[in-house]
Structures are given as C-alpha cells and as structure tokens.
C-alpha cells in the first residue's frame, strides 16, 4: 500500500504531464480514446466522490469561522469567470459551440487542484478548499442560472436539465463520499493515499476523450481555443487577486482567491457539454485542465517566490 500511495502521490504532483501526454496521444491516435466518451460523466463522478471522502467538517467549519471572506472569494468565483467568458466568446471571432463551450467553463466552480496549488503558492489553504466547497455546492444552482443569463439569447439553454445533471454528477456524488467516511472513518484514512491517482486517472481519461472526439476541430481551430482559454485563465488569476485586494484582504488570502477564480472544474464543463450540447463544446474545457495544470504551477511558483522575497527583506530590515 505504501508503494502504491508513493506512486499516487507521483502522479498527483505530475498531472500537467499527464494531461499533456494524453492530450497528445489522443490528437494524434483519436481512434484510441473515443471509446471513453460515453463514461466521461460516471467518471467525473468518481472524482467528485473523492472529494467527498477528503472533505471534513473542519472544512466547512471555515466558512462560519469567516463568512465574509468565504462570500468574496464565491463571489469572485462566480463573478469574473463567467463575466469574462462573456465577453470572449461575445467578441471574439469563434463558433457557437465554441462560444457555449467558453462559457460553460466559465460558469463552473473552482477546480480541487486549486488548493493543491494554494498550499504550494504560501496562500491560505484553508480559505480555498472553504471557497472549493461552497461554490461546488452551489455550483447547481448557480451554473445554470449563469448558463441561462449569459447563453440563452444564442442558445436554447435548459437550466433545469443542467441542474439535474450537476446534481447527479457532483452533488450525490460528495454527499455519498461524505457518507461513506462518516461510516467507514479508518478504512477510508488508508485509502485516501490513493485518491489523487484515481482522480487524475478519471480527469487524463476526460480530457482524452474529448481530444480524440474533436481531433478534427481542434486541428482546425484549436490555436485559436488555446489562445482564449490562455487569456480567460490568465484574467482569471489576475482579477481574482485584485478583487481580494480590493477588499483589503491579507496576501496569503489574495493568493487564494486568485489561483482558486483562475483554477475552474473544466472536468465538469467538459461533462456538461458533452451531456447537453455538443463534442465541440466541450473543447474549451479539456483545453482548459491541460492549460491551467499549468498555468497553476507557474502562478503558485511566482507567489511562493515573492512571499519567500518578502520574508528575506523582513527579515534583512529587522536585523
């Protein structure tokens, strides 16, 4: 078990490689992976149960601890991400598919990785995966009123359809995860090790099945997707940080909010797409984990460096 939790934990801090390797392969041998397509939904349920079973009431004790701040970074969350989706796919020159796919990306709640990349970049863990939780939560209520609002001037949109399927895919999904550590606390600490090869597995698996469905597209048009889910990630993470900042929030908390507005649940854009829309749409969101497993490192990297700069000059002044 301990050589298994040691590879576990490779994989888990090496997922942009896998991404990107799948990716690749997927694009170029479609034929390989298209046959996962239609577990893309059971398997974003997997993760989602995962993260129920890491879930603890200490993490939503977070939220009572410090609701202000919990509210700001929801509200980040589902503020600037669909705004500047909006405003992407209403002005730059994209397909319809495209446009619903940038959207629906952008409506989605924060990504589990974000507190990963919280931890790493020296920013408040605690506020992140409190952030993750709430906004995963009203992630079915809030995606498809977004959704609604945003797209359903273009596009026949069926909030409630979303909905359902939201609650389907993530809710029960961490409310059984929740259920099965309550009832099965020691068993559950000894699998826990394993989790992050399950979910990377599950999300490799997503994303290489939407590559192999639109190898064709992505060929065609994929430099163009890359270049608007680079931006849309990269304002993401920018804007997050001054919205903190605007509220006069401490660093560690800026960082926080900015890698968890920057990091989104493309696993479930890319589910919800391929549910309700089309393969095409659901594009922008396995582009989307490829780029922001990226993107992630970089942002923690550069926060973590200028937090260390910070602490050295500190401590040069107090000398």
């Not at 939904?41 to 079973?53: D, E, H, I, R, T």
């Not at 699998?191 to 979910?199: D, H, M």
């Not at 993470?237 to 926080?256: E, I, M, N, T, V």
């Not at 780029?291 to 401590?315: C, D, L, V």
Request: hydrophobic content about 55%; some cysteine.
């Amino acid at each position: 078990m301990n050589t298994l939790a040691k590879f576990s934990n490779f994989v888990g801090n090496t997922f942009a490689v896998w991404v990107l390797l799948f990716a690749a392969l997927a694009f170029y041998d479609p034929n390989a992976f298209t046959w996962i397509a239609p577990y893309i939904v059971p398997l974003l349920g997997v993760v989602m149960f995962g993260m129920g079973l890491t879930l603890s009431p200490n993490d939503f004790k977070e939220v009572f601890k410090r609701p202000v701040e919990v509210l700001i970074g929801v509200i980040a969350q589902f503020l600037i991400m669909p705004l500047v989706a909006f405003l992407l796919a209403r002005y730059l020159p994209v397909s319809r598919e495209v446009a619903l796919g940038i959207l629906l990306v952008g409506c989605c709640p924060g990504g589990t990785a974000s507190n990963v990349m919280t931890y790493l970049a020296k920013g408040d863990t605690a506020l992140s995966v409190a952030v993750t939780s709430v906004s995963t939560i009203l992630a079915p209520i809030l995606t498809p009123s977004l959704m609604l609002l945003l797209a359903g001037k273009w596009l026949s949109v069926s909030a409630a359809a979303l909905f359902w399927s939201i609650v389907k895919v993530v809710l029960i999904p961490i409310i059984l995860g929740l259920i099965v550590q309550a009832l099965f606390q020691k068993q559950v600490k000894t699998f826990i090790p394993v989790l992050p090869l399950v979910s990377v597995i599950a999300i490799v698996a997503i994303v290489a099945a939407v590559v192999g469905q639109n190898q064709q597209a992505i060929a065609k048009s994929g430099l163009a997707i890359f270049l608007i889910v680079v931006i849309h990630n990269g304002l993401g993470l920018l804007l997050g940080y001054w919205f903190a900042k605007l509220f006069r929030l401490s660093a560690p908390k800026q960082k926080a909010i900015s890698i968890e507005v920057g990091m989104q649940n493309s696993g479930l854009g890319a589910a919800l797409a391929t549910a309700h829309f089309s393969p095409l749409a659901a594009v922008p969101s396995a582009i989307f984990s490829v780029w922001h497993n990226i993107s992630g490192p970089i942002a923690a990297t550069y926060f973590r460096k200028k937090s260390e700069k910070e602490e050295a000059e500190q401590s040069t002044f107090s000398a």
